[in-house]
């Protein structure tokens, strides 16, 4: 019977601790840098959900602690091992860059942290490196490619010249690309990191006559290309398809005109018409004034998922086994609809193609089609899980 | 055939934005002695301020107007309050010193215009393409640079070697105190000197927004294609500069344009776009290499 007691008090008590001391999450982001303004969105959409909840996720007090990772892995390295230590973080979310996500995920999991990767879906993650405590919410790096090229041989387009950076993400975002496009490669082209100027490669692109061409080249290179591209005059000839990064909301805004008429691969688009996703994009605007982009529906689900977990374990982290079967189960309203975890804890899920078009005076994406149902990435088959 | 002549003329074009960007460094570098790596955070202002006042006025050329007095300020506040004190010192300190600047501006125009690319088009009268190659347009806006830039060309000659101020310039740059002995004074032409080299930077970035992303660093990674430019031109040589500019944009351009077919007759098309796309990427320092092993001044004496 004192036992009893003793133990009612003390869970009282441990409660009220828990109450009184909010769940630390460790937000490691890029927020400077020219790459900040994708940080921002995935934080914004995140602490969106937060606030909506009244500082709470799950029914849980949380307290995001935002930290900017310089878009370097050795200082993404660096705030996260803070987090350990100082603030005893045990949940992990908001890496955008896969070379930052490589030095930071193995070792944090290896630690007992959990993490949420919001953007950032390296191969290596997502199939032999794969592990227990790592989930990702938005994509596999390749998805995007896939769904691209997958669109571009469904329309029959017989021949794709296809462009990316010289680097690591770039090799993987061809190769998804085709993956799923059976036409002819016109021309297959690694540019330098960085290029600002493609004046050649479009010389050389109109000269091969494709029927069709695909690039990924994100941030400012992008602009500068699908620019170049336009000023060209060779958007009037051959369309031209890309994965959405180089298409969301705030490129868009630099672009301008250029981009009308581009078809790109998303995962989520503004429009995308379900209750979930047509409240997020309300209270995002009414919040930010400004459109989301996937990198914020992306950070908004993050959190959703989070909250999920945490209201099904009442709030309790430490079991971490409960803990990551409840994430496992993904039960949670995405603004994507349709959302699943694989075996590898990475999302089963459609993808669509999206339209940039005029709207009034704004250019803008439009829900063009759905390219892929319950698409799964290429390397689950290797994730021992 | 017309392929390759249409890549030589795109050489061209990238030849003439970067010794727009390098002929305002080697003035610096070359008169003052400065080695100022904040030369691409000028050339990022320009565009800023140019995109900033063509999109609320409508008019392009108010806003290239716009950042070059923009710049013209700005230089002059910059040489009065930082580099005045770094000419004694030894390069190392300049390095530091302009490197801390690039930090400065880059959070600067971050803090006034957000992290995210700004627009701005071509002005309407240049938005259309000329027929030159027979297959397909070439936008004129380009063709309008490479114009301006001999323009400027021919105007830094007239100004350097036929005019007083140019004279007083070579005076200075040649024997220091020997030429404030004979009452020149040093101190503001020096700042004069900065102020048109931050002129012409901002006027390159300016030309720049229309074609590339205004973006923060955007200045950083043509600022090392400018140093290569000016290492071999010769330091301190505008006509130098033009010639080793020129020389980067077709060797760079050529070498995008047809490495990779080169060697695709031989290895698998992946293959061989991937090592002919890392060689192109570093073909301008191995040029750069050749030219300094050969001729350890660059190709051209001061001035």
């Given amino acids: ?385 | 055939m017309i392929l390759f002549i249409e890549q030589l003329f795109n050489g061209l074009q990238l030849g003439v934005t970067l010794f727009l960007l390098a002929s305002g460094l080697t003035l610096v570098f070359g008169i003052m002695g400065l080695i100022n790596l904040s030369h691409g955070s000028l050339y990022m202002v320009g565009a800023y301020v140019t995109a900033t006042v063509t999109n609320h006025t409508g008019n392009f050329f108010l806003g290239i107007c716009a950042a070059l007095v923009c710049a013209a300020i700005l230089g002059v506040i910059i040489e009065m309050t930082i580099m005045r004190r770094l000419y004694h010192r030894d390069h190392l300190y300049q390095v530091l010193a302009t490197f801390g600047l690039i930090l400065f501006f880059n959070e600067s125009v971050r803090i006034i215009w957000g992290s995210q690319p700004l627009f701005i088009d071509i002005p309407q009268s240049l938005n259309f393409t000329v027929n030159l190659f027979g297959q397909g347009g070439y936008p004129a806006y380009r063709i309008a640079i490479i114009v301006l830039g001999i323009v400027i060309l021919l105007a830094l000659f007239v100004l350097i070697f036929y005019s007083k101020i140019g004279m007083l310039t070579r005076a200075g740059s040649s024997n220091r105190e020997m030429a404030q002995a004979l009452g020149i004074n040093i101190n503001r032409l020096y700042t004069g000197i900065f102020a048109f080299g931050a002129v012409l930077s901002a006027l390159a970035g300016g030309l720049a927004g229309p074609i590339y992303a205004v973006e923060i660093g955007m200045g950083e990674s043509v600022l090392i294609l400018a140093f290569v430019v000016i290492v071999i031109g010769g330091i301190g040589s505008i006509k130098g500069s033009f010639i080793a500019a020129l020389l980067i944009g077709i060797v760079d351009t050529l070498g995008r344009a047809y490495l990779p077919a080169f060697f695709k007759t031989f290895m698998s098309a992946s293959d061989g776009a991937v090592v002919g796309g890392s060689l192109a990427s570093i073909a301008i320092y191995l040029l750069m290499a050749v030219i300094l092993v050969v001729k350890p001044q660059g190709l051209s004496s001061k001035l």
């Avoid at chain 1, 007090?61 to 990772?69: A, G, W």
Wanted: include cysteine; aromatic fraction near 10%; hydrophobic fraction near 40%.
């Fill in chain 1, 1 to 385: 019977m004192i036992a009893r007691l003793v133990i009612v008090i003390a869970s009282v008590f441990i409660s009220v601790t828990a109450w009184a001391e909010p769940l630390k999450i460790g937000f490691l982001t890029t927020l400077s840098t020219k790459a900040g303004y994708l940080g921002e969105d995935i934080r914004d959409g995140f602490m969106l959900a937060v606030e909506q909840n009244n500082g709470q996720l799950g029914g849980v007090d949380v307290e995001v602690i935002v930290k900017d990772d310089e878009r370097k892995p050795e200082k993404g390295i660096e705030v996260a091992d803070k987090f350990v230590k100082k603030d005893s973080v045990t949940l992990m979310t908001g890496i955008v860059f896969s070379n930052v996500a490589m030095a930071v995920v193995p070792k944090m999991v290896n630690q007992g942290v959990i993490y949420i990767s919001p953007n950032a879906g390296p191969s290596k993650l997502a199939g032999e490196l794969c592990h227990k405590n790592y989930f990702n919410v938005a994509w596999q790096n390749d998805n995007l490619h896939e769904a691209t090229g997958q669109h571009v041989n469904a329309a029959g387009y017989k021949s794709a010249y296809i462009l990316a950076p010289n680097y690591p993400a770039g090799k993987d975002a061809l190769a998804g690309f085709k993956r799923f496009y059976q036409g002819e490669i016109a021309g297959e082209v690694y540019t330098k990191l960085g290029q600002s100027d493609y004046s050649a490669e479009l010389a050389a692109l109109r000269a091969a006559e494709p029927e069709s061409v695909f690039f990924f080249l994100p941030g400012g290179m992008g602009i500068n290309f699908v620019k170049q591209y336009s000023q060209a005059g060779l958007n009037e000839s051959i369309p031209l398809f890309g994965p959405a990064f180089s298409f969301d909301e705030r490129i868009l805004g630099a672009v301008g005109d250029a981009a009308v008429g581009v078809m790109n691969g998303s995962q989520w688009s503004h429009d995308l018409d379900n209750e979930t996703n047509n409240q997020f994009v309300e209270a995002f605007k009414a919040k930010y004034e400004r459109t989301p982009t996937l990198y914020a529906s992306q950070g908004y689900d993050a959190a959703n998922l989070i909250a999920s977990a945490l209201a099904a374990t009442g709030g309790d982290v430490t079991n971490q086994d409960a803990f990551i079967a409840a994430l496992e189960k993904a039960e949670f309203d995405s603004v994507r609809g349709n959302f699943k975890f694989g075996s590898n804890h990475h999302p089963i899920q459609d993808i669509y193609i999206r339209e940039v078009i005029k709207d009034g005076d704004k250019v803008t994406n439009k829900l063009a089609g759905k390219v892929f149902e319950n698409h799964q990435d290429a390397y689950a088959g290797d994730c021992s899980l």
